[in-house]
């Protein structure tokens, strides 16, 4: 997959729809299938205009539906409920599809029609980081002076910086060609030449509006004329009050004239200018107050054969239609191919295209952030659905994260406990839970065949049949063997119950896996562009040299695991051979043990925390590093560090922590905190169907 594009006005009439226009035109010319996608679109009856252009022009293979995220109305309802994120998931899932049938996507950000430039902006540059996008800012130049530009750029391109966006180069979009040469000089010697920027010089024709766009914006019909009429273009608008002999003096050339419909006068003079070599050619004629002309005006005119401009007739009333009229924006129709070659020429000899290629060519979007990394696990999870057992049955949390799962499709899932009180519950939460199992251990026919496997299991530690029996009214004991015995994939668990409560079951019967001599966990922390693996912060409160040798080993397999290339750094106090004492010395044992278990793993350490993730450190600390500067993995040397460090990264960073995921064991049980939300649960489930896979196909 090459890179896709966001392009993103910095704000309103920055126009950015010529220079979509000309990248679709270059992208499409590659022979790569290209998709094009708006994350909102207007709402209303009428069809997005760009989508419209694009689909059309290019003949996209494409459903209009497919080619956007959501309408208007949509995303301020759910920003109004402050539902930012389930806005996100559902332009990432369109997109997602979009993208599955295309060889590119080209993105056209939103148009800052609202008045709430800040809130676009952001909303801009979070839609382009969840896409994985690279984005391509576009810079109103027209009407501004030089030093307002570069400013206005620059800071501009500062906020991108701050979000963390992908940049790919600067377009700055109308500039006076008498501008040009300095603005050229001084953006050589500003912050802003560390990256490509391309000016645009003011196409006077590509600001103008035709007569289309008059009609379309003010829901006209035409008395006269045809579409050709329609491609006009209005290089200014008069309102005709005056009698017809001095209404002639004002008329200029491109002009649209905005008059009553019972002004016959100036209906003729109109159309007695067109032959005339003495008055300039108007565009066109807009009638106002919802009335056709006089019935002999009508027969006269259509006496005359074809018209030469478009007649317009509007509802309103002529001063509120001049009001609307000077409102217009120019648009790019398909229909209008004088402008559209316009606006490709422009562009075309003032974008060095080529550069934009190699620079597209190598870029692959490593970022990755909250918000993919829980879309991808729940759609890698329905790819091949798994049975997940969830023994907090009547817990509420676990009831709505059922439903969702459920709905979405992403597991199979049997919930634990009272029946009558669990369809109670779920009665009275007004949920959808239909194709949920209930099991009840208590009254369950399973129950004497996992009392005998438990004791099977057990009677070496004085454990009798009848305390077995016992043992399997137990939720958690019941939930860990039906996974024991394929009854199910996975448990997650922990919700209500302490860890403990939920994990020794799994040590007592599922065990750890043949070369694993510890369970251990991970936390997967979603940073603002990238996953990291924390391991051990919630299970092994001292692990000696050994342990965290297989810690690092199983932690390592749990990245790879979720499509994160492992870069383990092996955690101290101290960073290469300088450190002394016996806790660096555990961990160097540690990395050594490591290392020969698995030489293929890029394992260093010890290391200090701002050695592996600062490039600028390690240069110091650990210069040629394969891992510092850039891990991946990071291995705590204790409980206590592990568990305090990833709660204050995802305080202070606003990371998201997915976890603690269990690792070692021979099939996946999971935990979940006692504070957990719904959301945490559901991704915890799909993180159990995904380990589940894993085993199902390496077994």
Known sequence: MTQDIYISGAELSSGKSVIVLAMMEFLSGHGDKTGFFRPVTRSGEQPDPLIQLIAERYQLDLAYEEMYGCSSDEARELVRADRDDELLKRILAKYRSLQAKCNRVLCAGTDYRDGHATLEFDFNSDVANNLGCSILPVVRGNDRSNTEIINAAGGFLKSLQERHCDILATVINGVSPAQLEALKSQLEKSPLADSPVYLIPQEPLLSKPTIADIARHLETHIIFGDATGLNRIVQNYKVAAMQAPDFLDYVEEGSLIITPSDRADIILACFLSHPSTAYPQISGLLLTGGQKPDPQITKLLAGLGKPPFAILGAATDTFTTAMNVSR???????????????ALGIVEANVDLQQLQQLLATRRSTRVTPLMFEYELLQRAKTQQQHIVLPEGNEERILRAAEILSLRGVAQLTLLGDRDEIKQKIQSLGLRLERVNIIDPLQSELRPQYAESYFQLRRHKGISLDMACDTMADVSYFGTMMVHHGHADGMVSGSVHTTQHTIRPSFEIIKTKPGISIVSSVFLMCMADRVLVYGDCAVNPDPNAEQLANIAISSADTAQMFGIEPRIAMLSYSTGESGKGEAVDEVREATRLAKS????????????????????????????????????????????????????????SGAVAIGPVL??????????????TVTDIVNTVAITAVQAQTESSSS
């Open 328 to 342: 217009i924006t120019a648009e790019l129709s398909v229909e209008n191919e004088h402008k559209i070659a316009a």
């Open 597 to 652: 278990m698995r030489p293929d793993l890029k394992i260093e350490g010890p290391m200090q925390y701002d050695a592996a993730v600062d490039v600028g450190v390690a240069r110091t600390k650990l210069p040629g590093s394969e891992v510092a500067g850039s891990a991946t993995v990071f291995i705590f040397p204790d409980l206590n560090t592990g568990n305090n460090t990833y709660k204050a990264v995802q305080r202070s």
């Open 663 to 676: 690792q070692g064991l021979n099939k996946p049980v999971n935990d979940l905190s006692r504070g957990c």
